[in-house]
Nanobody, 121 residues
């Protein structure tokens, strides 16, 4: 079965950094684009970033560009999200999700359980 497991979340002070990971299994990882999506407490889903299967192209929401970096290690079947200069508004559950093809088109068919990032003193 396709499975996605996020990790790396936790409590961090404003201005700090975190690197989130998503371990993938059950499918040919390099054949599928991947995305990060987040949900702040009491808010709806917000798409953050996507990367194509080979890791040669990445895409970001207008407000995420600069502080967020998506990457992947296909040899390890792992997706990453580096977040720098964290702000309180970044507090959210962060999900990784599998797209339906090699290139991202937001056809997110499978989602992980999410990892919580809390930005606070």
């Amino acid at each position: 079965e396709v499975q996605l497991v996020e990790s790396g979340g936790g409590l961090v002070q404003p201005g700090g950094s975190l690197r989130l990971s998503c371990a993938a299994s059950g499918f040919n990882f390099d054949a599928y684009a991947m995305s990060w999506v987040r949900q702040a407490p009491g808010k709806g889903l917000q798409w953050v970033s996507a990367i194509n299967g080979l890791g040669t192209n990445s895409y970001y929401d207008e407000f995420m560009k600069g502080r967020f970096t998506i990457s992947r290690d296909n040899a390890k079947n792992t997706l990453y999200l580096q977040i720098n200069s964290l702000e309180s508004e970044d507090t959210a559950v962060y999900f990784c999700a599998k797209d339906r093809g090699r290139n991202p088109d937001r056809g997110l068919e499978v989602w992980g359980q999410g990892t919580l990032v809390t930005v606070s003193f």
